[in-house]
């Protein structure tokens, strides 16, 4: 009581501003502010040595399933240990929250949580100790410069890594644009010659054309689950080729046998969803996006996934975008004109020459897999449709491809529903999705969009919503489908009949594009098909029909 009077009467002889100044410090010393804490820092942990190439095993996850695993065997021939990660679930979603930093999006929590989660069933499952998982293992990851959480993925995986009781184990980043390069120091074992970049792009567009083939023949398949069975040993085909550095030829068309095999009914009418949005979550095919694609299917509709082949050719759009820009300003970069110092003109030809080896490359393995008629976007055509409402230049996200992708879904009638897919509180993606396509969806009323949020713990919501908008797409499906059926004059007798020949009912069969609905557009050119069916019978000896 003294001591507080004492305090007090000193204080009437200080000034206001004193008297401010000895009042904050002693909240502070109440708070403990002015204790010295020590900052975490992203330290540098061991580096990928060439003499630990036998005994380090590479982890690596993040794409789809099919691309994570044909990676491995890829990597597998190249004479290193690989495992994939398996798709990230809720236990991962746990990890990541436990462990890793407060307000990350949700593929920061799925795919850092992922990881932790291996490592703990190395640990207290198969008995390994702490020091023997940072010795003996290593995760590669994607990183980027962009503006939201992505860019600091890395330094994400590390302090979430330490907390979980894994200090120092090794994260190599895999830069966008720049390459394959250690995060944490030059010298690696990792060789980044010809052979490495090939293997990891054969990976992505075989995996791209495994997938397309799947959701377009999976949602009229006859008996249930036949065509994840022909995948699953369509993978294993490729695995073995490309791990046993095979000829991939003999694969690739023992793929197109096993998925032959398929039966199809494609009279079935099904509404046409494309699903557009923030990469990874639009990617994932597990618990990150409450499985949309196989919840789209399970609900009667057919699934149109975006390809990481069109994300690469976006990456190199944007590169020959912004050197064209940039050789024709004056006085740039010291020069007269831009780049100075630099050919421009020979990056641009190298990048069209590097476009057109993508696109060929893709539709040679297609064709040989049985993969007809699928075209991979066109990145000028999705700028120019977009840039009147998203300027090219704005780089978040995907840019703005997903308006793009909008207005010529609605204009070419692509599909019956588009659907835009994004974490919860993702910057970029949200700013388009429920900005800038509030618009489009005005100018386009025929357009049926719907922008969800994932959040790892609302599927129920975003299953309802979803189910709502689906029933507005089948009825569109359904009106095509009539439309067709009375624009070609074809009886239901006649309707059965050829959706039972062999040649109709050909898994790796497309028609050709009129609407968006597969069963119309079947309808569309069931005409001249009926008429060759009739031919063939009469020319045997049986009545036509």
């Not at 990597?75 to 240990?81: H, S």
């Not at 699903?275 to 694609?293: H, R, S």
């Not at 070419?412 to 835009?420: I, Q």
């Not at 569109?476 to 007798?493: I, L, N, P």
Request: aromatic letters at 10%; one cysteine or more.
């Amino acid at each position: 009581m003294t001591v507080t009077k004492n305090r007090e009467q000193s204080r009437q002889h200080l000034s206001v501003e004193d008297q401010l100044r000895l009042f904050q410090a002693e909240q502070e010393a109440a708070l403990g502010l002015q204790e010295k804490k020590d900052q975490w820092f992203d330290p540098v942990p061991r580096q990928f040595l060439l003499k630990d190439k036998a005994a380090t095993t590479i982890l690596f996850g993040g794409l789809t399933m099919a691309q994570d695993y044909l990676v491995e065997g890829t990597l597998k021939g190249l004479g290193y240990r690989v495992e994939h990660l398996d798709c990230p679930d809720n236990e991962s979603l746990r990890y990541g929250k436990e462990f890793g930093n407060r307000g990350q999006c949700n593929p920061t929590y799925f795919t850092v949580g992922n990881l932790i989660k291996h490592l703990h069933h190395l640990r207290d499952v198969e008995g390994k100790s702490k020091e023997e998982i940072v010795r003996n293992y290593l995760f590669i990851t994607a990183g980027s410069c962009g503006p939201c959480r992505f860019g600091t993925y890395v330094t994400e995986y590390r302090k979430a890594l330490r907390d979980a009781g894994f200090d120092g184990f090794r994260v190599l980043l895999f830069q966008q644009q720049e390459g394959l390069k250690q995060a944490t120091g030059e010298e690696s074992a990792l060789k980044l010659d010809t052979s490495f970049f090939v293997g990891f792009l054969k990976a992505i567009l075989l995996g791209d054309v495994l997938n397309a083939l799947g959701y377009r023949i999976r949602p009229y398949e006859v008996e249930a689950g036949s065509t994840d069975k022909a995948l699953e040993r369509c993978k294993q085909y490729l695995y073995d080729a490309l791990s046993g550095r095979k000829w991939l030829l003999p694969a690739l068309f023992r793929c197109r046998k096993e998925l032959r095999a398929v039966q199809v009914d494609r009279t079935q009418v099904k509404p046409k969803v494309s699903v557009i949005g923030e990469f990874w979550a639009m990617t994932t095919e597990g618990d990150g996006n409450y499985q949309l694609q196989r919840f789209l299917e399970q609900e009667g509709a057919e699934v149109e996934v975006q390809s990481i082949t069109a994300w690469i050719l976006y990456l190199i759009w944007d590169v020959r975008y912004d050197t064209a820009r940039r050789m024709g300003l004056k006085q740039a970069d010291s020069g007269r004109h831009g780049l100075k110092g630099k050919n421009p003109r020979l990056r641009l030809g190298l990048l069209w020459l590097a476009e057109r080896a993508v696109r060929l490359w893709f539709q040679m393995y297609a064709r040989a897999m049985g993969l007809y008629g699928y075209h991979l976007p066109d990145m000028d055509e999705i700028a120019r449709v977009a840039h009147a409402h998203y300027d090219n230049h704005l780089r978040g996200g995907e840019g703005h491809m997903e308006v793009g992708k909008l207005i010529l879904n609605v204009v070419k009638r692509k599909v019956n529903m588009t659907l835009s897919v994004k974490p919860f509180g993702c910057m970029p993606s949200s700013g388009v999705s429920d900005g800038v396509q509030s618009l489009i969806t005005e100018k386009y009323p025929e357009a049926i969009f719907l922008p969800i949020e994932t959040t790892g713990d609302g599927a129920i919501n975003v299953y309802s919503r979803v189910q709502m908008t689906l029933f507005k797409a089948k009825q569109a499906a359904q009106r095509e489908f009539e439309e067709a059926v009375a624009k070609k004059g074809v009886t239901a007798k006649q309707l059965q009949q050829i959706s039972g020949h062999a040649e109709f009912a050909h898994p790796l069969r497309t028609s050709r594009h009129t609407v968006a609905c597969t069963a119309a557009n079947a309808v569309y050119s069931i005409r001249g098909m009926f008429n060759w069916f009739s031919f063939r019978r009469n020319k045997e000896g049986i009545e036509g029909t």
